[in-house]
């Protein structure tokens, strides 16, 4: 483990402005770290506490600090991402996911109703023939029922209700399959939905997990399908999940990690999508972008505290 002082001297925090509002912001902060083995990301969001937080910069130390492990494919298949938006501006977003064959589309937002799900979806449908939801724990288990019949055929449910116990009650009820997230991530126990029957498919993404290396290993374990997502990550984020992905011995469904699309700007030119794909390899942020794009003084020192509640937690 890196001595704290290291990890600060190395520090990069970045406000990155974005083309639509995602999971109620509209300026992703960042802090990144130039480590002696690359560069890592640590981007818990803001609500999250240290105990939680210190998975995210676990991360992101493992990826500044250690080797990555081998790709075994050099390319990933990417869903779209399509945000809570008009079923209107479902073009405007789909047109930057170029060739993409999966498209991910959020749900359950609040403050908008199931019709508005069911028109966004159509309009998806009609571009992207595989359409996969996502409601982040949003539903009951009667509105997660209601809603599969509704929105026509999924590819899967994404997290349609909070708890391992209504994931379980819904997968009987419905013959659409049930993906686990958050009930993966922030878990005691990662495999609690396969012990209780409760998901089809598991949807790991690396820094809320811990770093690559704890990603891989629950994919080894978890015994059921995995989709390796972003959680609104940098290109240094994005890179991480791609080498992630690239491990796995088996990769059945497209990966959530085409988001790079929702900023405006970015720390670095990432390869454009090519045929729904998106190449695997190491990202170098741009100096002129990291000054460009820094978060002002007293973010930066908000990160900077942040990291020090965090570091005492990390795994040593």
Same mark, same amino acid.
Do not use: M
């Given at each position: 483990m890196p001595p704290l002082d290291d990890i600060l001297d190395r520090l990069h925090v970045v406000a990155l402005p974005m083309r639509v509002k995602f999971r109620g912001i509209t300026v992703r902060e960042l802090a990144l770290i130039?480590?002696?083995? &690359?560069? &890592? +990301?640590? &981007?818990?969001?803001?609500?999250?506490?240290?105990?939680e937080a210190a998975h995210w910069l676990a991360s992101a130390v493992e990826s500044a600090y250690q080797p990555l492990p081998q790709p075994?494919?050099?390319?990933?298949?990417?869903n779209a991402t399509v945000p809570a938006v008009g079923a209107g501006r479902v073009p405007e977003v789909l047109a930057r996911f170029?060739?993409? !064959?999966?498209?991910?589309?959020? /749900?359950? +937002?609040?403050?908008? $109703?199931?019709?508005?799900?069911?028109?966004?979806? +159509? @309009?998806?449908?009609?571009?992207?023939?595989?359409v996969r939801v996502d409601a982040n724990g949003g539903w009951t288990i009667e509105q997660a029922e209601e809603a599969a019949k509704a929105l026509g055929p999924l590819e899967y449910l994404e997290q349609p209700c909070a708890t391992v116990a209504e994931l379980a009650e819904l997968r009987r009820r419905t013959d659409t399959p049930i993906a686990a997230d958050e009930s993966i991530r922030k878990a005691d126990d990662p495999f609690a939905v396969t012990k209780a029957g409760a998901a089809d498919i598991a949807v790991l993404k690396v820094a809320p997990l811990g770093g690559i290396s704890k990603l891989l290993d629950i994919a080894g374990q978890i015994g059921i399908p995995v989709v390796v997502s972003s959680a609104i990550d940098s290109a240094v984020g994005i890179a991480a999940g791609l080498r992630a992905a690239a @491990?796995?011995?088996?990769? =059945?469904?497209?990966? #959530?990690? #085409?988001?790079?699309?929702?900023?405006? +700007?970015? /720390?670095?030119?990432?390869?454009?999508? $090519?045929? #729904?794909?998106?190449?695997? =390899?190491?990202? !170098?942020?741009?100096? @002129?972008?990291? $000054?460009?794009? @820094?978060?002002?003084?007293?973010?930066?020192?908000?990160?900077?505290?942040?990291?020090?509640?965090? $570091?005492?937690?990390?795994?040593?």
């Open positions: 130039d480590g002696p083995s &690359g560069w &890592g +990301e640590f &981007g818990a969001f803001t609500e999250y506490q240290p105990e075994i494919r050099d390319r990933i298949p990417i170029p060739g993409a !064959k999966t498209a991910k589309v959020k /749900v359950a +937002e609040p403050g908008q $109703h199931l019709a508005d799900d069911v028109a966004r979806v +159509e @309009a998806v449908r009609a571009l992207i023939p595989t @491990a796995l011995p088996d990769l =059945q469904h497209a990966c #959530g990690l #085409g988001t790079g699309s929702l900023f405006i +700007e970015d /720390v670095a030119d990432t390869p454009p999508q $090519h045929d #729904g794909y998106l190449p695997v =390899q190491s990202i !170098k942020p741009d100096p @002129a972008r990291l $000054h460009a794009l @820094a978060a002002p003084p007293d973010r930066r020192q908000w990160w900077i505290d942040r990291i020090k509640a965090c $570091h005492p937690l990390l795994p040593r």
